[in-house]
């Protein structure tokens, strides 16, 4: 399997289980690898759903920015900066008298009242850097009994980071932290790709968007239920029934 970068170990319980744990993996060693392997997958789907859902629980981040979801910055790129054709594609188109009423009598703005003359690509609304939540993987460690839990490629991962400490910057930088200044070529960029940055901003917000931590907050009491449940799951399909699979005395 490929290298996980940013990995964690899952496998953490706690004290008042512990003993529970051992004696699963004491007397039934290879169902207990079996069910590790299946907290891994449990708490990747976990996470990648909470990327896709814009946090765990659902939608509990700040939700994402017209400009980020339509990827205009990325068009832009695409385009050419100050290029002719970037200047026809991303700039204003005048507004209609529908519009102007609308905006008059306090509507709520939506898509048929922005004054973009292309739209870009529409991304979901909380995927963070496009197909993070894909690169999402979990593998076994059985000398250890350990999972662990990470992303496929070193871009991923540090991805992951700058979303969830709300790290913004050029790309391959991000050396701001919540709050970057405004510079006159920021300006530029954000005119050019029809998203103009009043002069009275100095500084853009990037908040904080935790995907991981809450994930684990919510799955880590569930863990000795689930690794227990996957083991009875497992010798009943094997062997055609269920004994009680608890600890001596419990």
């Known amino acids: 399997m490929a290298k996980l970068h940013g990995s964690m170990a899952l496998c953490r319980v706690e004290d008042e289980a512990q003993g529970q744990m051992e004696w699963l993996a004491k007397h039934f060693p290879n169902e207990f690898g079996r069910a590790l392997r299946h907290v891994g997958w449990r708490y990747k789907q976990?996470?990648?759903?909470?990327?896709?859902?814009?946090?765990?629980?659902a939608n509990s981040n700040p939700k994402v920015s017209l400009m980020r979801q339509y990827r205009r910055m990325h068009?832009?790129?695409?385009?050419?900066?100050?290029?002719?054709?970037?200047?026809?594609?991303?700039?204003?188109?005048r507004k209609s008298k529908k519009q102007k009423w609308l905006e008059r009598?306090?509507?709520?703005?939506?898509?048929?009242?922005?004054?973009?003359?292309?739209?870009?690509?529409?991304?979901?609304?909380h995927s963070f850097q496009g197909s993070l939540a894909n690169t999402v993987r979990y593998k076994y460690y059985p000398d250890s009994q350990v999972v662990r839990i990470g992303f496929l490629t070193p871009s991923a991962a540090?991805?992951?980071?700058?979303?969830?400490?709300?790290?913004?910057?050029?790309?391959?930088?991000?050396?701001?932290?919540?709050?970057?200044?405004?510079?006159?070529?920021?300006?530029?960029?954000?005119?050019?790709?029809?998203?103009p940055i009043s002069k009275n901003t100095t500084v853009l917000e990037q908040p904080e968007r935790p995907i991981i931590q809450p994930v684990f907050d919510l799955m880590n009491p569930k863990l000795p239920q689930i690794v227990e449940k996957r083991i009875y799951s497992i010798i009943q399909k094997s062997k055609g029934s269920v004994w009680p699979l608890l600890p001596v005395g419990r």
Do not use: C, H
Request: glycine residues 14%.
């Open 105 to 125: 009598n306090g509507a709520t703005p939506t898509r048929d009242m922005t004054r973009w003359k292309r739209w870009g690509r529409l991304g979901r609304e």
């Open 158 to 195: 540090k991805a992951a980071e700058a979303v969830q400490a709300g790290k913004r910057g050029a790309d391959g930088s991000m050396n701001f932290t919540r709050r970057q200044p405004v510079t006159d070529k920021m300006r530029r960029a954000f005119w050019a790709a029809g998203v």
């Open 75 to 93: 068009m832009l790129k695409s385009a050419g900066q100050g290029s002719q054709s970037a200047q026809s594609k991303l700039g204003f188109k």
């Open 46 to 57: 976990a996470i990648s759903g909470a990327i896709y859902a814009g946090g765990s629980p």
